[in-house]
T-cell receptor, first 120, second 111 residues
């Protein structure tokens, strides 16, 4: 099974520290998305990439957050100077993209298991 | 701004019963998705609905879409315990493929 994988699964850090998460998408997918999910809520969009280009960033993505997808394959999400409010599940998803011509009926996004961040 | 609302937020139902989860969205959308999430797990795609009147069924779950009412429903038939999970609807638009999720409906099925 070559689904979306995320690493680490859990991260505990102290306030003010930097953290970095990694996402490996399904290999054929050209779009990669980051979402954040807090307890009892639906995922909220953070940013997405088409190949290596970052096409959109949410207003939720403050300047402490940065995401990269340097070779159009895996992606990293870094949070600098973490705050307690950053505690959440960070989800990565990948897809073909609706306009790719390869999406089978809609732009189904396939999600990884997530990285749970706890900021103490 | 595109907003998605689900109700109920929590649903406790007995095995064998039927129920419907509702998903309303605020502005025109191109596609409507239903996902399932088990506790501590990621999201699993259930259905994608592309046009007005679309209906899809998988096992005991059936999803439908009314684009004029901006409403999708997820109908559960003869619930079983294995259906216990949180169900999310989400919408997106062709101009940007990001998903806008509802708050989710937590379903508990008891004997």
């Amino acid at each position: 099974d070559t689904g979306v994988s995320q690493d680490p699964r859990h991260k505990i850090t102290k306030r003010g520290q930097n953290v970095t998460f990694r996402c490996d998408p399904i290999s054929e997918h050209n779009r990669l998305y980051w979402y954040r999910q807090t307890l009892g809520q639906g995922p909220e969009f953070l940013t997405y990439f088409q190949n290596e280009a970052q096409l959109e960033k949410s207003r939720l993505l403050s300047d402490r957050f940065s995401a990269e997808r340097p070779k159009g394959s895996f992606s990293t999400l870094e949070i600098q100077r973490t705050e307690q409010g950053d505690s959440a599940m960070y989800l990565c998803a990948s897809s073909w993209g609706f306009n790719s011509g390869r999406a089978q009926g809609g732009n189904i996004q396939y999600f990884g298991a997530g990285t749970r961040l706890s900021v103490l | 701004e595109l907003k998605v609302e689900q109700n109920p937020l929590f649903l406790s139902m007995q095995e064998g019963k039927n129920y419907t989860i509702y998903c309303n969205y605020s502005t025109t959308s191109d596609r409507l998705y239903w996902y399932r999430q088990d506790p501590g797990k990621s999201l699993e795609s259930l259905f994608v609905l592309l046009s007005n009147g679309a209906v899809k069924q998988e096992g005991r779950l059936m999803a439908s879409l009314d684009t004029k009412a901006r409403l999708s429903t997820l109908h559960i038939t003869a619930a079983v315990h294995d259906l216990s999970a949180t169900y999310f609807c989400a919408v997106d638009r062709t101009v940007t493929d990001k998903l806008i999720f509802g708050t989710g409906t937590r379903l508990q099925v008891f004997p």
